[in-house]
T-cell receptor
Framework: SAVISQKPSRDICQRGTSLTIQCQVDSQVTMMFWYRQQPGQSLTLIATANQGSEATYESGFVIDKFPISRPNLTFSTLTVSNMSPEDSSIYLCSARVGFEAFFGQGTRLTVV | AQKITQTQPGMFVQEKEAVTLDCTYD???????LFWYKQPSSGEMIFLIY??????QNATEGRYSLNFQKARKSANLVISASQLGDSAMYFC?????????????FGSGTQLTVLP
């Protein structure tokens, strides 16, 4: 199994600012995944982060808006840039260990 | 086409009764995995149960069992002896293929409410 520590757990931010979300895994993992869950919706994949290379973004998500870092096999960050109220969501990081996919506790972001 | 379909936006069940949450999937891959997660109001995603496409037995984990009907492409979650703490959003998800780079695709979720 794996434990993923994600922080912050929640934040309220002013529009136009940026927030960086951190995820720390207690074991080395090849891939980490970042998801967005808009209010009342399901999870949508933002990007896949592989250590040592640029993240791969899904359609509708761009690096300028959601830059991702993956400096080593246990850590990743997602930045939500130039925020607007439409960015208010829960953001979750995930990693695969064996067949299971583990998730961080989520970051509940409110943009005002 | 939707890869994961959950047709029940909301379900109610009486405490101590069993409940079935529906999930159908669509894939052309022979190798895939099906997952169920519970998301309480706190927002965390709690892994419940996993079924591999090649598994011949239905998966079980305590009070959770997965009714896997491969020909019908369905993977329903059965919760036995419901408890008040089971009230949450439940998501069905699928991973296609077997590589580590494969992400999960989620259904729209079912909000389960357990009544006392």
């Amino acid at each position: 199994s794996a434990v993923i520590s994600q922080k912050p757990s929640r934040d309220i931010c002013q529009r136009g600012t940026s927030l960086t979300i951190q995820c720390q895994v207690d074991s080395q993992v090849t891939m980490m995944f970042w998801y967005r869950q808009q209010p009342g919706q399901s999870l949508t994949l933002i990007a896949t982060a592989n250590q040592g290379s640029e993240a791969t973004y899904e359609s509708g998500f761009v690096i300028d808006k959601f830059p991702i870092s993956r400096p080593n096999l246990t850590f990743s960050t997602l930045t939500v840039s130039n925020m607007s109220p439409e960015d208010s969501s829960i953001y979750l990081c995930s990693a695969r260990v064996g067949f299971e996919a583990f998730f961080g506790q989520g970051t509940r972001l409110t943009v005002v | 086409a939707q890869k994961i379909t959950q047709t029940q936006p909301g379900m109610f069940v009486q405490e101590k009764e069993a409940v079935t949450l529906d999930c159908t999937y669509d894939t052309s891959d022979q190798s895939y995995g099906l997952f169920w997660y519970k998301q309480p109001s706190s927002g965390e995603m709690i892994f419940l149960i996993y079924q591999g496409s090649y598994d011949e037995q239905n998966a079980t984990e305590g009070r959770y069992s997965l009714n896997f009907q491969k020909a019908r492409k369905s993977a329903n979650l059965v919760i036995s002896a419901s408890q008040l703490g089971d009230s949450a959003m439940y998501f069905c998800a699928m991973r296609e293929g077997s590589g580590s780079a494969r992400q999960l695709t989620f259904g729209s979720g079912t909000q389960l409410t357990v009544l006392p």
